[in-house]
Structure formats: structure tokens, C-alpha cells
């Protein structure tokens, strides 16, 4: 199964930390990432800061809660700014996003390396899906790699600023 899409008020941190997520092969977070070098920790992904009724509340999906959460996804999709950087802490490797998913149970994710354009990372994504859920049904790496070399094709994508800064992490095949 894939998880729809949630827009507006739904895409907030109680409704990703209930659970359901778990059920789902596919997660994808469309959201600003904010990503600390300094104190990892304090590193996470913005959901809605807002209930329904304009009522603020914690949308800060940091990294703590991050580890906490319980996935059984083949593929997380971050699609957000710098959301596969980290700080490289001695003797346990990188610690970013990216490592936090891979605890909740993230076989593999895809993460971009620096700042990404909105309507060319919407584009990439779209191609992206494309390959990996239309009719030619490629594995997550092989998608990406031919949504990257199709943009690259295109004039009005073909920049790097708009393709390259997205990465396969974690189970490739």
C-alpha cells in the first residue's frame, strides 16, 4: 500500500506518530527540513503548526520522535531541503534524518543533499512515481536515476540545481 496523501491540518505530528504509518511500503514527506549540524538532535521535519480551528500545536517532527516511530516501509521520501545531512559523530557514524528512519524500520530512503527548488523537486517526484509505480514498475534506485537522467534531457530541468541534489540511501535493489 501506498500512504495518500495528507494535506493541510491531517499532516501534523500526532497523526504521523499514531502508527498507521506502519502499514504503509511507501511513506512520503513533502515539508521544510531543518537539519542542525551542531545538536543533530535538534534537527526534524515541519508539519502543521495549526489544528483546523487555527489552534496552535507541536508540528516539530524531531529527531527523537523520529526514532520513536514505528515504520515497515520499503521506501521514506524526504522530500524536503538538506534532509540527508548530519553530523558525523565519532564512533556512531552519521546522525541526521536519515539515521532516524532507518531506526524506525526505513529500509530505504530517499534524501536530498542541499536546498531544493519546489516546482523542479515537484517535477523530479513526479517522474519519479512514474517510473516506480507506472507500467514499468522500477525499484526505487532505478527510478530515480531515471527521473534524474529525463530532467537532464529536458531544457527547462536540465540545471543540476534541480535533479541532483536527491539520493538513494539504504536498500537500493
Known amino acids: 500500500d501506498v500512504c495518500s496523501s495528507d494535506l493541510g491540518f491531517q499532516a501534523n505530528k500526532a497523526e504521523v ?12 514527506f513533502a515539508t521544510h527540513g531543518l537539519v542542525d549540524r551542531t545538536h543533530p538532535q535538534l ?4 508539519l502543521s503548526l495549526y489544528d483546523e480551528k487555527g489552534r496552535p500545536i507541536d508540528g516539530f517532527l524531531d529527531l527523537n520522535a523520529i526514532f520513536d516511530m ?9 522530500s524536503a531541503c538538506e534532509s540527508g545531512e548530519g553530523k558525523l559523530v565519532g564512533g556512531e557514524g552519521l546522525m541526521g534524518l536519515t539515521r532516524g528512519f532507518f531506526h524506525a524500520g526505513a529500509a530505504g530512503l530517499v534524501v536530498s543533499l542541499w536546498s531544493v527548488d519546489d516546482e523542479g523537486t515537484s517535477e523530479l517526484m513526479r517522474r519519479f512515481y512514474q517510473g516506480m509505480l507506472g507500467s514499468a514498475r522500477l525499484r526505487p534506485a532505478a527510478a530515480l536515476r531515471a527521473a534524474q537522467r529525463s530532467m537532464i534531457l529536458n531544457s527547462r530541468w536540465q540545471d543540476p540545481y534541480y535533479w541532483a541534489p536527491f539520493t538513494m540511501q539504504g536498500e537500493w535493489r
Open 70 to 78: 514505528k515504520l515497515g516501509a520499503d521506501l521514506v521520501v524526504l
Open 17 to 28: 506518530m499514531d502508527g498507521r504509518l506502519a502499514n504503509y511500503r511507501i511513506v512520503h
Open 43 to 46: 534537527s526534524g521535519l515541519a
